[in-house]
């Protein structure tokens, strides 16, 4: 049996973080006093610290599970980690940024994984991997490892796959849709939060709000000098 070493005496009964790393990404996400005043975040992280003891495996799934149970509401795509907070409205950007938060949190290791339209995560417990699809509230802690590299798979892109030129979001409500495979990455936290303001910036371009579009993705930019984004910025400013 597996067990996560966390030293409960170190986590506050509001969230209080000490990772320091944690406490500077947050300031690209929110404030922390959103955090500190937010009562249903608040009772979660206090209910998954009672559990945090428990089987590792368990734990993991117990967090994912909960969270959803008890944050994320509504899909929504296009929503942002704030707009989360307030009304529970998610999609995978907003809810990838929910569980990183919390994994970081318990000093859980995990990566955040970027694709063409689509965001989610793989948590990692003694070398071995479990994948959060955050927009699936009953079947998105998998657990098996063949079902994890089927998963992974979906995404990865084919060897000559064309480059990206599609104005699409990053946000799929079913993961696999729609079926361009180009990007497989590793990001950061700071990167997933400027995926917030990128898909906001699209959305403003959708509704030929030109001058917010430009807004946002220069938002998007300061946090994540990624080639889309750039590419995006340029047709709008040009």
């Known amino acids: ?10 986590i506050a009964q509001n969230f209080n ?4 790393g944690l406490l500077d990404d947050i300031a690209f996400i929110s404030s922390v006093e959103n955090f500190e005043n937010h009562n249903q975040w608040n009772r979660l992280v206090k209910k998954l610290d009672r559990k945090s003891d428990a089987d590792s495996e368990y734990f993991l799934e117990y967090l994912f599970y909960k969270t959803h149970q ?53 948590a990692k417990l003694n070398d071995k991997e479990y994948i959060f699809e955050t927009t699936d509230s009953r079947n ?45 990455k590793e990001i950061s936290l700071r990167q997933l939060s400027a995926l917030q303001y990128f898909n906001q910036g699209l959305i403003a371009m959708y509704n030929k709000d030109y001058k917010l579009a430009s807004r946002r993705l220069q938002q998007a930019l300061n946090l994540y000098d990624s080639e889309r984004i750039n590419m995006f910025f340029q047709v709008v400013t040009h």
């Open 140 to 184: 998105g802690f998998i657990s098996e490892e063949e079902k994890v590299q089927e998963f992974k798979s979906d995404f990865l892109p084919a060897i000559n796959s064309a480059q990206l030129n599609q104005k699409e979001s990053i946000g799929s409500s079913v993961y696999g849709q729609p079926n361009s495979k180009t990007i497989y």
């Open 1 to 10: 049996m597996l067990f996560l070493s966390i030293n409960s005496s170190s």
């Open 17 to 20: 973080p000490k990772n320091e």
């Open 70 to 122: 008890k944050l994320l509401k509504q899909y929504n795509k296009g929503t942002t980690f704030n707009k989360l907070l307030e009304d529970g409205d998610y999609d995978c950007v907003s809810a990838s940024i929910t569980y990183s938060v919390l994994l970081k949190y318990f000093d859980i290791d995990y990566s955040i994984i970027e694709t063409d339209y689509h965001v989610f995560i793989i």
